[in-house]
């Protein structure tokens, strides 16, 4: 019982063979995450097409960052009328100008979020401290955080709080990755692929099959048989998602 919890089945990169990549996937649930709008739209239409592909709606740091606060706070109010089991992807990086207007925005989505009490997946690049701490000002439970890439010492703050964090496949090479998967909790881990993006595979597209990857290898660091890993993440998935 496999688990994506962030995947971007909408990219073009799966245009000639969508369908295969979901069926071989393994997987029991895809959370498919918008991050435009557009593809905010389009992932709600893939989710009609294949059960197993869930949705989690918002917008990328990478468009709250330019678009008028305007346009984005059209966009989180038609969110909200929809029907979607996650908000995201949303999220703050700082590799991208208008950090103020981002920190806006997130904000927003966190109080949407909160709101519906479903989890929220978040973006955190170059802004982790931010993150935590606003999402701790904000009293946010249903976090994941999506392929953290922070200090220990934040992602130990980011657990204290009971935030998850989703592990990529990249993990099978990644020191920045076992190591958080070694002083986090089994308790507090999820799979994602963020495909088409972040494979495992040098030169070659990211999918959610590989999910499978990074439960070989958490099973690996932490000790467990991979079975064993694999029933103790979709426990984690079913509690967050319930």
């Not at 709606?57 to 109010?77: N, R, V």
């Not at 995201?88 to 950090?99: K, M, Q, R, S």
């Not at 806006?104 to 479903?118: C, D, T, Y």
């Amino acid at each position: 019982m496999f688990i994506d919890v962030h995947t971007h089945l909408t990219d073009k990169a799966f245009d000639y063979d969508r369908k295969d990549v979901i069926e071989r996937s393994g997987c029991v649930a895809l959370i498919n995450n918008g991050y435009t709008f557009s593809d905010n739209r389009e992932t709600l239409a893939l989710a009609k097409q294949f059960s197993i592909v869930k949705v989690a709606l918002g917008l990328h740091p990478s468009e709250t960052s330019h678009l008028s606060q305007k346009d984005i706070d059209a966009e989180i109010a038609w969110i909200a009328k929809q029907t979607f089991v996650a908000i995201g992807e949303i999220g703050l990086d700082f590799t991208y100008d208008g950090h103020e207007k981002q920190i806006v925005s997130f904000k927003k989505f966190i109080q949407l979020a909160l709101k519906k009490n479903i989890p929220m997946i978040i973006h955190s690049r170059k802004a982790e401290k931010e993150v935590i701490a606003i999402l701790e000002e904000m009293k946010a439970k249903k976090v994941i955080l999506h392929c953290f890439t922070g200090k220990l010492k934040l992602a130990e703050r980011a657990e204290a709080l009971g935030y998850s964090f989703s592990i990529p496949p990249l993990v099978n090479h990644s020191h920045q990755f076992q190591d958080l998967v070694r002083i986090v909790s089994i308790m507090k881990l999820l799979t994602e692929t963020d495909a088409p993006f972040l494979s495992p595979k040098r030169g070659e597209r990211n999918e959610p099959a590989y999910v499978q990857i990074a439960v070989k290898k958490i099973a690996e660091i932490k000790g467990m048989d991979a079975k064993e890993v694999e029933h103790a993440i979709f426990a984690n998935y079913q509690r967050l998602f319930s």
